[in-house]
């Protein structure tokens, strides 16, 4: 291919990606502007904060399933780029990042309490935000902030308290033989 089209088209993927990314900006804007105008409170932004703590969380989960072997090619990958993987890690962690869990507690079940946590402190903010200004806190709001704490709560609590039930049933049953 001639050089001068290799930079145009360079360019024109260049350009192109200027113009998504000032379309994406631009809709984030106005779907921020509309939450703060229905809501009065920003959960555009709030959606883009949970969505990156869960990235965060999944590529934690997936170093640990490397250094646990679930994904041996992976860890080949990494160190043939000089990234170093230990080969192992205390039973506790092991446990903590798999389906078992530590005590029926597994790493998704903490990331789920710590984001029903986040929006819980959000909501206490907003509330003390529009109560310092003498606003009365949108009763909308609130419950949209309730909807998504009990959407994140039915992906992992009943979850949760099932395994804690049955490791205590089990705990005793052991101890009353």
């Known amino acids: 291919m001639p050089v001068p089209l290799i930079v145009g088209s360079l360019a024109a993927k260049f350009a192109k990606a200027k113009i998504t ?6 809709t984030k804007s106005q779907l921020t502007n509309i939450s703060l105008e229905i809501f009065g409170y920003d959960f555009v932004s709030l959606f883009i904060k949970i969505i990156i703590f869960y990235t965060v969380a999944l590529i934690i989960e997936k170093y640990h399933n ?5 994904a041996g090619f992976w860890a080949d990958l990494l160190g043939f780029f000089g990234v170093k993987i230990p080969k192992h890690e205390p039973d506790i962690i092991k446990k903590f990042f798999s389906e078992e ?69 089990a705990k005793t049953q052991q101890v009353n033989k």
């Open 21 to 26: 990314n000032a379309l994406s900006r631009e």
């Open 101 to 169: 869990g530590v005590e029926g507690i597994r790493w998704w079940n903490l990331i789920h309490g710590l984001v029903i946590t986040l929006i819980v402190i959000e909501a206490m903010i907003y509330i003390k935000t529009n109560t310092k200004q003498g606003a009365t806190p949108s009763p909308f709001t609130l419950a949209t902030f309730g909807l998504i704490i009990a959407a994140i709560a039915s992906m992992t609590l009943s979850d949760l308290f099932a395994k804690l039930k049955n490791t205590f049933d």
């Open 66 to 70: 490397i250094v646990n072997g679930v």
